[in-house]
């Protein structure tokens, strides 16, 4: 008997795990255009903690465009989410590819960023040279020439003059 109810509940296991959870949309987003929109408000997200001020110059929501850029409502993204978040290895797989492409473009910025200030340190560097360089070392800088002459002529004229 014990046998029997340990069967019983095991078929009753595996039978349940298959179900789904969340049942399909009626309009399902492709795993790639979903990845799409994931990755695009991923980085409205790092915009909104990273700048908050740039993006309250923009009269619209940031996040509606990016759904009416890919022709997608609010009610059906959240749908479609919630269906790839049912599954967790597909949702991982999809953050995995977010991740991976967000990796990608931050080695270009940062490459990009790395020339700007390399540029810059070019350009500082030439206006230093134009500047005499002489003149700003102090080591470097020599008294004005005086004159003996100009002292003999000074210590004349001071003694020439009347005491009151």
């Known amino acids: 008997m014990k046998n029997f109810i340990v069967i019983i509940l095991i078929l009753f296991l595996s039978i349940s795990c298959k179900k789904e959870l969340v049942k399909e949309p009626a309009k ?4 790639g255009k979903m990845i799409d929109i994931m990755y695009d ?4 997200e790092a915009m909104r903690y990273q ?6 110059s923009i009269d619209t929501d940031a996040t509606k465009f990016i759904l009416k850029k890919y022709k997608v409502d ?3 993204f959240a749908q479609n ?11 991982k797989d999809m953050f995995d590819e ?9 080695r270009a910025a940062d490459s990009l960023a790395k020339i700007d200030e390399k540029k810059a340190a070019k350009a500082n560097k030439n206006k ?11 080591a470097k800088k020599t008294a004005p020439r005086i004159n003996i002459d100009s002292i003999k002529k000074i210590r004349m004229q001071q003694s020439r003059k009347p005491v009151n």
Not at 41 to 44: I, Q
């Open 28 to 31: 399902l987003i492709e795993k």
């Open 41 to 44: 408000l991923s980085l409205l």
């Open 51 to 56: 700048k908050p001020l740039s993006l309250d």
């Open 74 to 76: 609010s009610l059906q």
């Open 81 to 91: 989410n919630m269906y790839y978040a049912s599954d967790y290895e597909t949702y």
């Open 98 to 106: 977010v991740n991976k492409r967000i990796a990608v473009n931050q």
């Open 128 to 138: 230093i040279k134009e500047i005499k360089p002489d003149s700003l070392d102090p």
